[in-house]
């Protein structure tokens, strides 16, 4: 074995959506696709990193350029550094598309979050990405799948301990969007009255005056989530000493 | 700008040691090291990856070369990406001892856990690395000053929110010696009595029959960690739902 020469490193995002039952991620085409070579169609965004640009700069410029956003919730997960993640045709792919003469790509993974609101959606859809259900992807281009799982683990990690969840959703949410939120990201079915009561009790849900409309169901009202409190309960923990901070 | 080619990945580790009362980092020289370019001689160890290596084979490949273990606590702290990270004299320096031409070098910091008992020390020894008190580093080759202070503080991190700690003890250890560890990570006094009693509260440190021997003052009782116990309170946890493992 020898040091790696004529290696390339690139960023992948999964970027995760929420309409307000189920979750998806925006996949987009493979630059120069051509269904002559069999390759998989659809991957998740990402790129090559450039001369004189750091990862989170790669991955920034990624989000930016495939939703339009600049605020965005991006969390680096890991590095895919599996010599094989990327060979024979799909190395040919990446060294035509981008003109180069690489031997071997290690990327790093990603996620976004993003609320999928009109703006967005007009956004993507004009760039011809599409918002694909999680559960419904059987196979993408290269590792990418293998991406997306990890992405996926990442996110129910995340929201298990913190609330990241409520970058998903639209300012003001109904219990039921943010229990089918989580409900979708968790996988289980998650019983009604108990997640109401667990979120109320958490104190960092501000009730608004408003109501579904339009709905055949009874109107739900509308909460919004309190990042202030939730933030100075947080600071308060920490005050606390360290160790109550360990996991047990 | 455009896409980056030769470039180069590597990993850097930082190894920290504890004696009882310093918290020590490991050090080796650098390769082909001539006092005439005005580099700095001391270095993290850390390595380029090889062709079909992963990160982590690499990373696990630069300890056991540095410590001659292969069971260790090591963990991927963060990627440096920048850049500048590495250029003019110390870049000419990587492609002269590597017999390579790179552009760019973005390394894969770790940081590892190791306890100093005479087996590591001696060999450490026989590969004339050395252990050097962390607070007393003012320089490193490179940009591993940056790694270390980013090692040191994902460790301080770590330590508040889990039982790192006891990869750095012996297996038998006295309170104060946990003591001082804690001190010497979070850089701060720590009052003897509340140290004490919140350890022992805590249910996970196991009383033993041993004391300490020749030693000046009173001889201190040993403890031992107890995993299982601390494993099973950790599921437990778990079990009561996702809304009590959020971080407020």
């Not at 970027?15 to 051509?34: A, H, I, S």
């Not at 930016?64 to 010599?83: C, H, N, V, W």
């Not at 598309?97 to 009109?118: M, P």
């Not at 289980?188 to 109320?200: C, G």
Request: with cysteine; charged share 25%.
């Amino acid at each position: 074995m020898s040091v790696q020469m004529n290696q390339s490193l690139s960023v992948d995002c999964a970027v995760f959506g929420f309409d307000g039952r189920l979750l998806k991620v925006l996949l987009v085409e493979r630059r120069d696709y051509d269904p002559g070579t069999h390759l998989d169609r659809l991957k998740l965004p990402g790129a090559m990193i450039l001369e004189n640009e750091t990862l989170p700069a790669a991955a920034s410029r990624v989000l930016a350029e495939a939703t339009g956003l600049r605020e965005i919730y991006l969390k680096q997960m890991e590095i895919f550094s599996d010599p094989a993640r990327v060979t024979g045709k799909e190395l040919e792919w990446i060294n035509r598309s981008h003109g180069i003469n690489t031997e071997r790509v290690v990327t790093v993974g990603y996620y976004a979050l993003v609320k999928l609101d009109r703006r967005v959606v007009a956004y993507t859809t004009e760039k011809r990405a599409q918002w694909v259900e999680v559960e419904s992807i059987q196979r993408l281009a290269m590792d990418h799948k293998q991406i997306l799982s990890s992405a996926l683990w990442y996110l129910c990690r995340d929201m298990q301990q913190s609330p990241v969840a409520f970058e998903l959703l639209p300012r003001k949410f109904t219990i039921r969007e943010l229990q089918n939120l989580y409900s979708a990201v968790l996988g289980i079915e998650i019983d009604n009255r108990n997640f109401r009561k667990k979120m109320l009790a958490s104190g960092f849900l501000t009730l608004t005056d408003e109501r579904e409309q339009g709905v055949a169901h009874k109107p739900a009202r509308y909460y919004t989530f309190d990042k202030a409190t939730y933030r100075k309960a947080q600071k308060e923990k920490m005050r606390l000493g360290f160790l109550n901070n360990w996991r047990y």
